[in-house]
């Protein structure tokens, strides 16, 4: 199967997704290891925790496929289309959840030895540190918070954004200008810009 | 808090990444089982005919019928890479017309100069109306250009100017023929005529599984090497894309205004406000 994998890899991420559409099982194989550390990040990058983003993410992947007939993929990533839909599971994250707990029950664990408990200390810093910026982030309005997250975090350009959101460029770029300056006046009062959470 | 950045991205853990892969593809193939026999059987037969096909040509290429360069070689090769390797200070321009199978087609036109800061300018154009322009720098300027209210909106962002390389809209067929070249699978097939030019074909066939398999077929100006066209077939897929356009520029002051979507369009008007920019574009008629 390498050869075949191999193969895959040269693919656009559009083509991949017209191959899994006809039922090429290792064409959405090939999306999700492109795109899941991506998506992970993301997902974590919202919640400020490390395990809830890595069950969400095959969630992720699983609600883009039940919505397939629904999905048109424009672009040749896939990675605007999947934070879309992160950013819907993460709305709406108990419903899908229990959606998908029976499925997510039957992957298997994994066969090599890995521990859950990996890097532990320096995960449960990074979701100290995350948790405090989502403080923040959370007294924007929601809409404003999903272009911060995808534009300034994750550096989607404006154009991947609006695909993301289904939104006009133009309102992706008039929202995250209203975002940020709502947030730096959160930062500093004084006005003055505060470094990192408005650069990615 | 001093510091106000997410944490640095983690890798999806590995372990996790390749049972969680295989068991999405097993729930796909399931859904998609019924399909996927269908589509098989005429990959195969497809298949069949792009086996024989690959066996005449070889027949025909070793009997001498493309005659003069039957195996260019590595020599090839480095004169294809030497076309699309761009030197300090240079502008490239491309355009390129695409086909796919389906028969939609798309134009796609860019230049790009890498030299610090870098610059970028593309529009694509799809047969089903749809029209994307951007303009973009490592200075962090970001340019979107609307065609239907002749208007530009000019921002700075900071998104941008953080990164190393422009981010293209969709594919960059640049890198993928450099990717192409570079693989160690590529290799000169012969020479044959398009658009009346004599150009050599660089055939790269990716490992075949099943009777299954791919072949890109990259087509250069035999003279020069540069880019003329590249047909991407996949198991009775394909996208033919001719290059209209591939050339160097110098990076000129007149030559790098085509990088500013301002001097493009220079009776365009210029938004800097992005909520007056969105304004004028949703009030415009629709098409």
Request: net charge negative; aromatic share 6%; with cysteine.
């Amino acid at each position: 199967m390498n050869g075949h994998y191999l193969y895959m890899s040269t693919y656009s991420d559009r083509r991949l997704w017209e191959r899994a559409l006809e039922g090429e099982a290792a064409a959405f194989g090939e999306l999700f290891e492109r795109h899941a550390t991506s998506v992970y990040n993301y997902l974590f990058r919202r919640c400020g925790n490390w395990a809830t983003a890595q069950d969400l993410t095959s969630i992720v992947f699983l609600e883009l496929w039940r919505k397939r007939a629904d999905i048109s993929l424009e672009r040749d990533s896939a990675l605007p289309l999947l934070l879309g839909v992160a950013t819907n599971v993460l709305r709406n994250r108990r419903r899908a959840e229990r959606r998908y707990r029976a499925a997510l029950e039957r992957i298997p664990a994994p066969s090599e030895s890995w521990s859950p408990h990996e890097d532990v200390v320096e995960k449960l810093a990074e979701e100290e540190r995350m948790k405090e910026l989502l403080g923040i982030l959370h007294r924007l309005p929601k809409r404003e918070q999903d272009l911060i997250v995808l534009c300034v975090w994750m550096e989607l350009t404006y154009e991947e954004a609006a695909d993301a959101l289904c939104l006009p460029v133009g309102t992706v770029a008039s929202r995250l200008s209203r975002a940020k300056r709502r947030l730096r006046g959160l930062l500093d009062p004084s006005g003055q810009p505060a470094p990192g959470v408005l650069e990615p | 808090m001093n510091d106000h950045q997410p944490p640095e991205q983690r890798a999806f853990p590995a372990a996790l990444l390749r049972q969680q892969k295989e068991y999405l593809m097993s729930e796909i193939a399931r859904d998609g089982r019924t399909r996927s026999r269908r589509s098989r059987a005429l990959v195969l037969r497809i298949g069949t005919v792009g086996a024989l096909a690959v066996i005449v040509l070889a027949a025909l290429s070793l009997s001498g019928a493309f005659g003069g360069d039957s195996s260019p070689g590595p020599l090839t090769i480095d004169k294809a890479l030497a076309a699309v390797t761009v030197a300090q200070g240079e502008i490239v321009h491309i355009r390129i017309t695409g086909v796919d199978s389906d028969k939609s087609t798309f134009v796609q036109e860019n230049w790009s100069c890498s030299d610090e800061p870098w610059r970028y300018r593309g529009m694509t154009e799809t047969s089903g109306g749809g029209r994307q322009e951007v303009a973009i720098a490592g200075s962090g300027l970001h340019q979107v250009y609307d065609a239907r209210t002749d208007s530009i909106l000019e921002m700075q962002d900071e998104t941008i100017a953080a990164l190393a390389e422009p981010k293209v809209p969709g594919e960059s067929y640049e890198k993928m023929i450099r990717e192409l070249l570079t693989s160690g699978l590529a290799q000169g097939d012969g020479r044959e005529q398009v658009d009346g030019r004599d150009a050599v074909r660089i055939v790269e066939k990716r490992p075949v599984e099943d009777g299954e398999g791919s072949e890109n077929v990259y087509l250069v100006d035999a003279d020069t090497g540069r880019p003329l066209e590249w047909r991407i077939m996949n198991e009775g897929e394909n996208r033919i894309l001719r290059f209209d356009i591939y050339e160097k520029l110098p990076g000129t002051p007149e030559n790098l205004s085509l990088l500013d979507l301002k001097a493009a369009y220079p009776g365009a008007t210029v938004y800097t406000d992005p909520a007056a920019f969105e304004q004028a574009v949703a009030k415009a008629p629709a098409e």
